[in-house]
């Protein structure tokens, strides 16, 4: 596989075309697409953004669902040469105002309608004078792409041929503990090789099919995603939101064979076939993680699914894929652990000097190797918080490794909760608290939830001689913040907590 690696994802959607021409390359709207089609939208959307003048440098934004227009765009702005700038379809209209003015995005494609969400309305306050067109991909795509219709072949491929391995692929934003999110700066150098271990661990093969349900703007259903599709020659199903009864209904009628997704989708996957049987046959293998797995769970995915080839894995926005299982592991191993390095990765657990300690006990997660991030996008001080001078990246999640390398994560050093297979970060959401006028002081923690994992829960000081109740907080939230952020649980309280330095005591308040 590795001699095989394009050394972009532009040059990655070229090769599958000239490899599997028209064998099935995408499957949406009840229309299968060839890799020679899916390749010749990519050049159109790529001379389209030549004409509007789009080159090496830029930042192009993607806030929209999953979808076929999600690639093209993509594959699009990155043969031009410049990064994609995916954003969370889930996030309110400050949060998506704070990245596109951070990155001055030239182009934002976005939708009109995702759920009942209008995506324009959302920006109508925020002051963004980088941003020079929106292409709304559920209306203005055809008029769009038509922009490039006169631009030279020539041109595409002279400008596909200048990307290289060392350029910015994209920028995906991640919250650290300082309340403001962070822009990851990735190159294809550092992903693809990363695709392509994936991709030999996983088995994932030509012709498989690949039910997407993770979303495109996170690393899961981006570079492990359709990308590793490219690369593989897998068949791409995307979905741009999950339910399990049309994933139930997608697995038999498109005879799906790949499924990765949070642990919770299996659950439900498994609660649907129990209530209405469906053919489930086809599904051979999938990837699992962001939570601990109870070994019940993987013997029912392989026993009650199929799924023989199930395994977990741990990786992060500042790099795909730090550990993995492999197939052939027990039971036992891939439920209680999260597998061990992927080759080109060295991982360590460190104590708070970064020296590595003895196997069995307990420190932070190190990575170091050929996935880790560039840096922070404008942050100095955050990268080199973040990677140290040996070139360790520091995970923040505190963990044990095992004889065999096998790692288990017990605890995370940073306050971030998972709720629902989403990172939380409690002081980002803090930050957005803190703008209610009742609010004095918040502070949030994550606590156990039987159906998300972990919800947040907020404890409140308000203002003096100001009101708020629960609900009133909720519906504030609601409209301020991406809902998986939203805290499930209230409390006010007269003060916080706090160490000898002031700072919040968060142990305390769990």
Not at 340 to 353: M, T, Y
């Amino acid at each position: 596989m590795a001699a095989a690696l394009p050394p972009t994802i532009p040059h990655a959607a070229r090769l599958a075309a000239e490899r599997w021409g028209d064998a099935p390359a995408l499957i949406e709207r009840e229309e299968t697409w060839s890799f020679n089609q899916l390749w010749a939208q990519c050049r159109r959307a790529t001379a389209a953004l030549l004409a509007h003048g789009i080159g090496t440098g830029d930042r192009i934004a993607i806030w929209a669902p999953n979808s076929r227009e999600w690639i093209v765009a993509a594959v699009g702005a990155m043969s031009c040469g410049a990064a994609i700038v995916p954003m969370n379809t889930r996030m309110k209209g400050r949060e998506a105002g704070d990245i596109l003015d951070r990155t001055q995005a030239r182009l934002l494609f976005t939708v009109s309608d995702f759920l009942g969400t209008d995506y324009p309305a959302l920006l109508a306050e925020e002051q963004l004078p980088a941003i020079e067109a929106t292409i709304l991909m559920d209306r203005d795509w055809d008029s769009f792409l038509a922009g490039g219709d006169s631009v030279d072949p020539a041109r595409i491929d002279t400008s596909i041929d200048a990307v290289t391995a060392d350029h910015v692929s994209d920028i995906i934003f991640t919250s650290g503990t300082t309340g403001r999110p962070k822009g990851v700066l990735m190159t294809y150098g550092r992903v693809i090789p990363q695709c392509g271990v994936w991709i030999g661990n996983t088995g994932l093969s030509a012709g498989e099919r690949y039910l997407i349900v993770n979303p495109f703007f996170h690393s899961f259903g981006l570079k492990v995603g359709w990308v590793a599709c490219l690369i593989a020659g897998a068949v791409i199903v995307p979905m741009a939101q999950f339910e399990v009864r049309e994933a139930a209904r997608m697995i038999e009628q498109h005879q799906i064979a790949f499924l990765p997704g949070p642990p919770t989708i299996f659950q439900m996957l498994l609660a649907e076939k129990a209530e209405r049987p469906f053919d489930h046959s086809s599904l051979r293998g999938g990837t699992t993680g962001a939570a601990t797995v109870p070994p019940v769970l993987v013997e029912r995915i392989r026993d009650e699914l199929g799924i023989r080839d199930i395994i977990t894995a741990y990786g992060m926005t500042e790099c795909v894929n730090i550990t993995s299982c492999r197939p052939g592991d027990a039971v036992d191993t891939i439920a209680r652990t999260c597998g061990a390095a992927i080759p080109g990765n060295e991982v360590i657990i460190a104590d708070e000097q970064g020296n590595e300690v003895p196997r069995g006990e307990t420190g932070e997660i190190l990575v170091r190797g050929q996935g880790v991030m560039l840096g922070y996008l404008d942050d100095p001080a955050a990268t080199a918080e973040a990677i140290d001078a040996d070139g360790w990246l520091h995970t923040g999640d505190v963990g044990t490794m095992d004889e065999a390398g096998y790692v288990r994560i017990t605890d995370r050093k940073k306050d971030m909760f998972i709720s629902g297979g989403f990172n939380c970060y409690p002081a980002e959401i803090e930050k957005l608290l803190s703008e209610h006028p009742a609010i004095s002081m918040v502070a949030v923690v994550g606590v156990a939830d039987d159906r998300m994992g972990e919800v947040g829960k907020a404890f409140v000081v308000l203002r003096p001689g100001m009101q708020a109740d629960a609900a009133a907080l909720h519906d504030w939230s609601r409209a301020n913040m991406a809902n998986y952020k939203v805290p499930r649980h209230w409390q006010f309280v007269d003060d916080l907590p706090r160490n000898a330095a002031g700072k919040v005591a968060k142990l305390e308040l769990r």
